[in-house]
C-alpha cells in the first residue's frame, strides 16, 4: 500500500508561489515601458536691460565704459552681473576700445554673497602673459564692471580656488571701486 501524498505539503504550497512570482516577474520583464513624457518648455520671457561694461584705451592705461544692451531671464543682482561679464569676455563694439581678453577666452563664472561679489577665472586667464599694467587692467575692467550693478567688493578666485596672485597682481584682498580709481 502506497503512502498518501499530501496535495499541499509545504514544499508543494512553496514551490507553487516560487513558480507564480517567476511567471510574473517575466511578463513584468517582459512588457513594453510607457513612452515618457517629453518634458515640458520653460520659456520665461527675458528681459533687456542695459550695463556699463568697462574695456581699455589701446595704450591699456584707462579705463573706457561702454553702454551695453544684454538679456536676462531674472533680474537679480547676479543674473545681471554674469550677463555683464559675458559680454565683457566677447570684447568691445567700439573699435577704438580694447578688450582686455583674447576672443574665445571664456568668461569668468560670478557668484554674489551678500554684497561681495566672487569671480572665478578660468586657467585659460593664468597663462595670458600680460605685464602688470595688462594684469591690472583686466581686474580693474571686471571689477567696474561688476561694481557698476551693485556689490561693495570683488573677490578673485582662479578655477574656484584662492590664489595669493594672478601673475604680479595680489589677490589675497577683495579689490573695491576705489583700488581702480587710477585707472
Known sequence: MSVPRKLFSPFNVISAALLAVSVL???????????????KLDLTERQTLKVKV????????????ETRTVQVSRTNTRSVAQAAVDVWARG?????????VPAGTPAPKVYLRGQHYYVDLPE??????????GERMLLCTLTRTLLE???????????????????RIDLTQPFAAGDCADQ
Open 54 to 65: 568697462y574695456f581699455t584705451d589701446p595704450q591699456v592705461q584707462a579705463l573706457k565704459a
Open 124 to 133: 585659460a586667464y593664468t597663462k595670458l602673459r600680460y605685464g602688470a599694467s
Open 25 to 39: 516577474a517575466l511578463q513584468a520583464v517582459q512588457r513594453t515601458p510607457p513612452t515618457p513624457e517629453p518634458p
Open 149 to 167: 550693478q551693485k556689490g561693495q567688493d570683488v573677490t578673485f578666485l582662479v578655477s574656484g580656488q584662492n590664489v595669493e596672485a594672478l601673475g
Open 92 to 100: 568691445p563694439f567700439d573699435k577704438s576700445f580694447l578688450g582686455v
